[in-house]
């Protein structure tokens, strides 16, 4: 149906904001091009992770992403700030079913395995600003509020509902999307969803709508504009491929409330205790409340400080919810639209999206504790930078990355220009941070490298390629790697100019590279800046640029390795 025909079926008043959206869908757009220029704080976020099981290698890698991009913000511009959000998501069916298996209070396990991923923050080193719980009370306050508001806009409406639900997703699949399937080990059938699998019920309930369908015009328009706000942009154009779709059921009305009868365990709707609202909408609320919503006076972040987001970091599963639901939302409460979208692949062990029902999970506490925090960090973003494909997790590839890029590349440049026999060989101290007067061919490759590495690392990340970002600095520090032995400072025939020249463009990279991967390994960042004796205060974006690391103190005496050997059990690498 035309949107033209499915206006006409609508309240009058319905009508006219459904108008005034169109006209203003590019006003809206610009007004929050606006409000991330430079007096905005940058505002990342996670999705908020549910609880009904503990933290993986997964849920890592989203939380690592909005980290990353929060600290880059901060290095580009100090003066601007960067908010972190990440947090976690209690009510719904499936909490509350799980709750009762387990025989115990849904807020008890909430308790419980929210800890678990504040402590999965805390473990990998995350510089979050708002851990966000939907259980807290400033958040049923922004969600009630929410709800007032679509209602009194007349975008919220009650009506009788039919179709199969899967509880693991809390989420109706269209009957298209049905299918039978066979336990191949008990034999029984049951209907599931033929796109992700899961088990689902058929439902018969009144319960209140959204009006999605009246925002498929200005959501086209939004998805398609440039740069596309869902990154990577296969997703945006697979995503506009099905809105275009003639039976795409994705923009149909959206049921947002369950009777309270079926779903306790939630936030009862405002004026109406027999319903409770649907969990994705409590939800997606989430980060509005973060940034401080609804803004009454009294709160952490004001009107404007925080909102829109400059990046939300999702998992390509969850698109719609982020990409549809939540924009429709804020363009019915004429807030500002989201910058970017980034939807990242999942992490796979064996080629299965890692889950806790095939037992296939991998444990990011134990990968951790074994490879140490920065050196995962590192991995889950080389290996799984690429948003638009998944990644298989491989212990013997983290091995395998630790001991030739990490220890065989970082490491070894660091033991070579700070070996005493080689220091003592400069013809004066100063020698190590000065630029030399005389350049050599055999110099230009690496020097070309690192005049260009500031700018294309940044270009990267702006792209969202994560996984190019960090392959710059690593084939910097591979060409500075064979720069020294092609110099070979270590011979007693090497010229003064050979060691100045190896020492010099050696520390060089390693000062780079470590200043510009303090938001990707920051404790081992700070480590690696202070062996090189850099100042602290020259450790900012501004000095990525070669011979501008300033004068240096003397590294501290002892042998320390940047990279030490893992002493990894044989059963972990097999």
Same mark, same amino acid.
């Not at 997964?58 to 880059?72: E, M, V």
């Not at 939907?134 to 929410?146: F, N, S, Y």
């Given at each position: 149906?035309?949107?033209?025909?499915?206006?006409?079926?609508?309240?009058?008043?319905?009508?006219?904001?459904?108008?005034?959206?169109?006209?203003?869908?590019?006003?809206?757009?610009?007004?929050?091009?606006?409000?991330?220029?430079?007096?905005?704080?940058?505002?990342?976020?996670?999705?908020?992770?549910?609880?009904?099981?503990?933290?993986?290698?997964?849920?890592?890698?989203?939380?690592?992403?909005?980290?990353?991009?929060?600290?880059?913000?901060?290095?580009?511009?100090?003066?601007?700030?960067?908010?972190?959000?990440?947090?976690?998501? *209690? #009510?719904?069916?499936?909490?509350?079913?799980?709750? *009762?298996?387990?025989?115990?209070?849904?807020?008890?396990?909430?308790?419980?395995?929210?800890?678990?991923?504040?402590?999965?923050?805390?473990?990998?080193?995350?510089?979050?600003?708002?851990?966000?719980?939907?259980?807290?009370?400033?958040?049923?306050?922004?969600?009630?509020?929410?709800?007032?508001?679509?209602?009194?806009?007349?975008?919220?409406?009650?009506?009788?509902?039919?179709?199969?639900?899967? $509880?693991?997703? *809390?989420?109706?699949?269209?009957?298209?999307?049905?299918?039978?399937?066979?336990?191949?080990?008990?034999?029984?059938?049951?209907?599931?969803?033929?796109?992700?699998?899961?088990?689902?019920?058929?439902?018969?309930?009144?319960?209140?709508?959204?009006?999605?369908?009246?925002?498929?015009?200005?959501?086209?328009?939004?998805?398609?504009?440039?740069?596309?706000?869902?990154?990577?942009?296969?997703?945006?154009?697979?995503?506009?491929?099905?809105?275009?779709?003639?039976?795409?059921?994705?923009?149909?009305?959206?049921?947002?409330?369950?009777?309270?009868?079926?779903?306790?365990?939630?936030?009862?709707?405002?004026?109406?205790?027999?319903?409770?609202?649907?969990?994705?909408?409590?939800?997606?609320?989430?980060?509005?409340?973060?940034?401080?919503?609804?803004?009454?006076?009294?709160?952490?972040?004001?009107?404007?400080?925080?909102?829109?987001?400059?990046?939300?970091?999702?998992?390509?599963?969850?698109?719609?919810? #982020?990409?549809?639901?939540?924009?429709?939302?804020?363009?019915?409460?004429?807030?500002?639209?989201?910058? #970017?979208?980034?939807?990242?692949?999942?992490?796979?062990?064996?080629?299965?999206?890692?889950?806790?029902?095939?037992?296939? $999970?991998?444990?990011?506490?134990?990968?951790?504790?074994?490879?140490?925090?920065?050196?995962?960090?590192?991995?889950?973003?080389?290996?799984?930078?690429?948003?638009?494909?998944?990644?298989?997790?491989?212990?013997?590839?983290? *091995?395998?990355?630790?001991?030739?890029?990490?220890?065989?590349?970082?490491?070894?440049?660091?033991?070579?220009?700070?070996?005493?026999?080689?220091?003592?060989?400069?013809?004066?101290?100063?020698?190590?941070?000065?630029?030399?007067?005389?350049?050599?061919?055999?110099?230009?490759?690496?020097?070309?490298?690192?005049?260009?590495?500031?700018?294309?690392?940044?270009?990267?990340?702006?792209?969202?390629?994560?996984?190019?970002?960090?392959?710059?600095?690593?084939?910097?520090?591979?060409?500075?790697?064979?720069?020294?032995?092609?110099?070979?400072?270590?011979?007693?025939?090497?010229?003064?100019?050979?060691?100045?020249?190896?020492?010099?463009?050696?520390?060089?990279?390693?000062?780079?590279?470590?200043?510009?991967?303090?938001?990707?390994?920051?404790?081992?960042?700070?480590?690696?800046?202070?062996?090189?004796? $850099?100042?602290?205060?020259?450790?900012?974006?501004?000095?990525?640029?070669?011979?501008?690391?300033?004068?240096?103190?003397?590294?501290?005496?002892?042998?320390?390795?940047?990279?030490?050997?893992?002493?990894?059990?044989?059963?972990?690498?097999?």
């Amino acid at each position: 149906m035309s949107l033209r025909a499915l206006c006409a079926r609508l309240p009058p008043e319905v009508i006219a904001l459904t108008r005034s959206h169109l006209a203003r869908s590019r006003s809206l757009a610009t007004a929050a091009a606006a409000s991330t220029g430079t007096s905005k704080t940058f505002y990342a976020t996670t999705p908020i992770f549910y609880v009904n099981a503990d933290p993986h290698v997964g849920h890592l890698h989203s939380t690592l992403l909005a980290d990353i991009y929060a600290r880059h913000a901060r290095l580009r511009d100090p003066s601007k700030g960067a908010v972190m959000c990440t947090g976690t998501d *209690e #009510h719904g069916l499936k909490i509350q079913r799980v709750a *009762e298996a387990r025989g115990i209070a849904p807020k008890d396990l909430c308790d419980g395995v929210s800890e678990r991923f504040r402590e999965l923050a805390q473990a990998a080193n995350i510089d979050h600003q708002v851990f966000i719980r939907t259980t807290e009370a400033r958040h049923r306050t922004a969600v009630e509020h929410v709800w007032r508001e679509l209602q009194q806009r007349g975008y919220i409406y009650k009506s009788s509902y039919a179709g199969w639900y899967a $509880v693991s997703d *809390e989420a109706y699949v269209p009957e298209a999307q049905v299918g039978e399937v066979i336990d191949p080990k008990s034999g029984d059938k049951y209907m599931a969803s033929t796109e992700t699998g899961t088990r689902v019920e058929w439902m018969e309930e009144e319960n209140y709508k959204f009006r999605l369908s009246a925002f498929k015009d200005p959501l086209l328009e939004w998805l398609s504009s440039s740069p596309n706000p869902v990154q990577p942009s296969s997703r945006t154009t697979a995503l506009v491929a099905s809105l275009a779709n003639p039976t795409s059921t994705d923009l149909n009305d959206l049921s947002i409330s369950r009777p309270a009868s079926r779903l306790s365990w939630g936030i009862p709707v405002p004026g109406d205790p027999q319903h409770t609202i649907y969990v994705w909408i409590d939800a997606l609320v989430n980060y509005l409340t973060a940034a401080g919503y609804p803004w009454r006076g009294g709160e952490a972040f004001e009107k404007g400080k925080l909102w829109p987001p400059d990046l939300q970091v999702v998992g390509k599963d969850i698109v719609r919810f #982020h990409a549809l639901y939540l924009p429709a939302v804020l363009l019915a409460l004429d807030l500002p639209l989201p910058k #970017h979208l980034l939807t990242h692949g999942h992490w796979t062990m064996d080629k299965f999206k890692m889950s806790k029902s095939r037992g296939n $999970v991998a444990n990011p506490f134990e990968a951790m504790q074994l490879w140490g925090v920065d050196a995962m960090r590192l991995y889950l973003m080389r290996v799984g930078g690429n948003s638009a494909s998944d990644a298989d997790y491989s212990a013997t590839e983290i *091995e395998r990355f630790y001991r030739k890029d990490l220890a065989g590349q970082m490491g070894n440049l660091l033991s070579r220009v700070t070996a005493k026999k080689l220091v003592k060989k400069l013809e004066a101290p100063e020698l190590m941070y000065t630029m030399p007067d005389r350049l050599a061919k055999e110099d230009e490759a690496l020097l070309a490298l690192l005049r260009d590495l500031p700018g294309s690392f940044d270009r990267h990340l702006a792209a969202f390629d994560v996984h190019r970002a960090l392959a710059v600095v690593f084939d910097a520090l591979a060409e500075s790697n064979r720069h020294v032995q092609l110099l070979s400072p270590w011979l007693a025939t090497a010229s003064p100019s050979d060691v100045h020249r190896a020492l010099f463009f050696g520390s060089e990279t390693l000062r780079l590279s470590g200043t510009l991967l303090q938001p990707f390994m920051p404790t081992k960042a700070t480590q690696l800046l202070d062996m090189l004796g $850099v100042d602290a205060s020259r450790r900012r974006w501004v000095d990525c640029a070669v011979g501008e690391g300033g004068a240096r103190s003397a590294p501290a005496a002892g042998k320390v390795h940047l990279w030490p050997a893992v002493a990894v059990p044989e059963a972990v690498v097999q």
